[in-house]
């Protein structure tokens, strides 16, 4: 007997710029519930809070600046996976005439999506949290998911809540109490260590420069604040990062191919046939042979060398290594947990060759770190003794 599965009518990722630690999804419904309200309702009862026309989510993360939200419309409660997922909520949402689904979070995000005009009931899913508050970097690697279906009368089911190993979860704030004197477009939620909390737009810039030197172990390296992961890397070890912000390009350039080659040999990529002319020809500056002149060519072979020819199972093997590699800790900013270190070595031939030789450098470099995990230490030592700094 075959077994019948089920998939949604439609679907579609989408990006958005999350910050603050919370996010807004409405129908196109004018809610007469002021947004801060809203917050202040998620805030007193974590991990959400909606009247029916708009729903405000709170991110354990303060923010991810590329957080992708996959929304699904089904003709009917989908399949139940809450284990599958770190948080979840589920509530009531009215679609508007427009049929958009829209997603907003303060500063810059606001994504819209296409969903047809509807009375619905909503689940928004979140996975792969590092942290409540700050997580480490700005785009830490949660995903998200919203499924709407009809609702059809039934009860949402409750929440669930990150319990986060240590840690536990935040308080429940008390609601404030209401004034007529409050501007809510002169307040917003900050979320760090320390948990939910409103700030006053004036206390903002000091806000951010503490934001800053958090990140950064110190003040920000102006030579390296563009580039990938040298917050993690200053943070971790902050004389490497000084040291690569005085090199100059040749300098740089050897950094970078020193470290594709480091990411390759640990992540047990060296010895593969197909890959050795390509470590060869990036160690004697020669043009990448094929697949390396495509980054996708060669991820899909490694890809389906590793894990067989694209099916179900073989993208659910991926989905599950990118899930692990989220689980890390803020202690080690390069230990995501366990990942499919080739995955994450490969495109390190490729970015060695970028043609900014600080930009080369700091991206093979971040990505062999991700690569060398709770042994990154190792690799700064090697790092030191070879480039004899620090």
């Not at 206390?203 to 390296?224: D, S, T, V």
């Not at 179900?312 to 599950?320: L, N, Y």
Request: glycine share 8%; proline share 10%.
């Amino acid at each position: 007997m075959s077994t019948v599965f089920r998939r949604p009518v439609s679907e579609e990722t989408v990006i958005l710029f999350m910050d603050y630690g919370q996010f807004r999804i409405d129908g196109g419904v004018e809610s007469p519930v002021e947004e801060l309200e809203l917050l202040d309702r998620a805030l007193a009862a974590h991990p959400f809070a909606s009247d029916g026309l708009a729903v405000v989510v709170l991110s354990p993360h303060q923010n991810n600046f590329h957080m992708p939200v996959t929304v699904q419309v089904w003709d009917e409660r989908p399949p139940g996976d809450r284990a599958e997922w770190q948080q979840v909520c589920e509530t009531r949402l009215r679609v508007g005439p427009e049929g958009t689904l829209c997603l907003s979070s303060p500063t810059d995000g606001a994504v819209d999506c296409p969903v047809p005009e509807g009375q619905y009931l909503i689940e928004i899913s979140g996975r792969g949290f590092v942290n409540y508050g700050w997580p480490g970097s700005t785009e830490p690697g949660d995903v998200w998911r919203i499924r709407l279906w009809p609702d059809d009368g039934s009860e949402p089911l409750p929440a669930m809540q990150w319990n986060m190993p240590g840690y536990g979860v935040p308080e429940n704030a008390p609601l404030p109490e209401v004034t007529a004197s409050v501007d809510a477009e002169e307040w917003v939620v900050v979320v760090d260590d320390k948990g939910s909390r409103r700030l006053h737009i004036d206390e903002l810039p000091a806000q951010a420069a503490a934001f800053q030197r958090q990140r950064w172990g110190g003040e920000p390296i102006p030579r390296l604040e563009d580039h990938p992961g040298a917050e993690d890397l200053a943070r971790h070890d902050r004389a490497i990062a000084e040291a690569i912000a005085t090199m100059g390009d040749p300098e740089l350039r050897r950094l970078a191919r020193w470290s594709a080659a480091q990411a390759c040999a640990k992540a047990g990529l060296s010895d593969r046939p197909w890959v050795r002319p390509a470590l060869a020809a990036l160690r004697d500056g020669r043009p990448l042979p094929p697949p390396f002149d495509d980054v996708d060519a060669a991820m899909t072979r490694l890809h389906d060398e590793d894990f067989g020819p694209p099916d179900d199972e073989h993208v659910g093997a991926m989905e599950a290594t990118m899930v692990l590699g989220s689980a890390g800790t803020t202690a080690n900013p390069f230990d995501l947990g366990p990942i499919h270190r080739p995955s994450f070595a490969l495109p390190t031939i490729i970015d060695a060759n970028r043609p900014d030789a600080l930009d080369a450098a700091m991206t093979t470099l971040y990505a062999t770190g991700l690569v060398f995990g709770p042994e990154v230490d190792t690799l700064f030592a090697a790092l030191r003794a070879e480039f004899e700094t620090g």
